[in-house]
């Protein structure tokens, strides 16, 4: 199979139209059989329910160019399951998982030609996505959904790559406790949309937001978790109920513990404490671990000992054996890793 002809390194966290995506629709109390389409366009009724109130639930995952030829996904049975979790949240029929890790294998096997190269710093994105498609007007589910799964090769999600990056406080918030900051809702994007603006025209990366009952405590970026490293090599990070339990993050946990001998703790983290830490991260799907340099608080800068040039030594550490597993250059743990083609 012929690859397709594009600069792999530098095309960036943007959509690229591929060949084939799956669609299932789900009515009268059941999902239909679904398919691959080349139509990339859905066509829904003006007052579908997830056009009125946002009823829509999503995930993101990725495939990877192993070394040795082999296209694989990592851990796409724990997006199917997280995808349960947050349909339930929404009163949406949940999809199936063992239907999620068939639709997911059946587009990126469709849309090889899309994953880029071993080496190339690229990888294939993966969005499946749920939302009501029948018309509602009083506040109510629908009983109509659409699932569908597109792909898109991504480049890395912040520009410049690896090199640390600078955040800042938000002066607004993400999500309530017991509000659906915990699940992966298309509102809790929708909310961030001006935030996020206006952090970037003021020249930061993202917003890191802070718990909305006490604004004391770090919870997580916009798109993904936030880690800390203390200066005698431990991981620091949020415990909260109001955010993503992010899939990197506990992998991570898990290659910390189990490969590297890093201790972690999962804590309250408090806004006052962060400036004693070595090395901040944000990680994700597709953040990878991104290096925090520095996070802007009102007029302070809240500077890391790791620096602006390159990710700190831990970071860095948690960071290669993390993509080693997904490049198959590091044996993957029990489950990790499933093969395409
Ligand atoms: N937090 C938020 C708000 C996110 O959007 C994401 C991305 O999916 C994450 C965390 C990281 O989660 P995961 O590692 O499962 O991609
Ligand atoms: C992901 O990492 O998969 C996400 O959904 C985050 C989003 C900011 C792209």
Redesign the pocket.
């Known amino acids: 199979m012929e690859k397709k002809q594009l600069d792999w390194a530098n095309i960036g966290f943007n959509y690229i139209q591929t060949e084939q995506r799956y669609v299932s629709n789900y009515k009268d109390g059941a999902w239909d059989k679904g398919g691959l389409t080349t139509e990339a366009n859905v066509v829904i009724n003006e007052c579908a329910g997830v056009l009125q109130y946002s009823q829509s639930c999503f995930?993101?995952?990725k495939a990877h160019t192993q070394v040795n030829g082999d296209i694989v996904m990592f851990r796409p049975d724990?997006?199917a399951q997280?995808m349960v979790d947050s349909a339930k949240r929404l009163e949406i029929p949940p999809f199936p998982p063992e239907r999620f890790l068939e639709a997911v294998d059946a587009v990126v096997k469709a849309n090889a030609e899309y994953v880029p190269p071993y080496g190339s710093g690229a990888s294939l994105y993966i969005r499946p996505y749920i939302f009501g498609s029948n018309p509602v007007i009083g506040v109510k589910p629908a009983d109509e959904f659409q699932f569908r799964v597109f792909v898109t090769p991504v480049g890395p999600y912040f520009k410049g790559g690896a090199k640390p990056i600078t955040i800042k406080i938000s002066d607004f918030d993400?999500a309530a406790p017991r509000g659906t900051?915990n699940v992966?809702a298309g509102l809790?994007?929708a909310m961030?949309l001006h935030a996020v603006v206006a952090a970037h025209d003021e020249g930061f990366a993202e917003n890191l937001y802070l718990d909305c009952a006490t604004r004391t405590k770090v919870e997580?970026?916009?798109?993904?978790?936030i880690i800390f490293i203390t200066k005698d090599g431990k991981l620091v990070t949020p415990k909260s109920e109001s955010?993503?339990?992010?899939?990197?993050?506990?992998?991570i946990f898990y290659v910390a513990e189990n490969i590297l001998g890093i201790e972690i703790e999962e804590r309250d983290v408090y806004l006052s404490e962060v400036k004693d830490f070595a090395e901040c991260g944000l990680?994700?799907?597709?953040?990878v671990i991104c290096p925090v340099g520095k996070i802007y608080d009102h007029g302070t800068d809240i500077c890391f000992p790791a620096g602006m040039e390159k990710m700190g030594e831990v970071t860095q550490k948690l960071y290669d054996t993390l993509t080693g597993i997904q490049m198959g250059t590091i044996g993957a743990p029990e489950g990790w890793i499933r093969k395409v083609c």
């Not at 955010?243 to 992998?251: M, N």
């Not at 990680?283 to 953040?287: F, K, Q, R, S, W």
């Open positions: 995930e993101g995952l724990v997006n997280r993400r900051g992966k809790n994007y961030s997580e970026t916009g798109g993904a978790n955010i993503l339990p992010s899939i990197t993050k506990r992998s990680c994700g799907t597709a953040a």
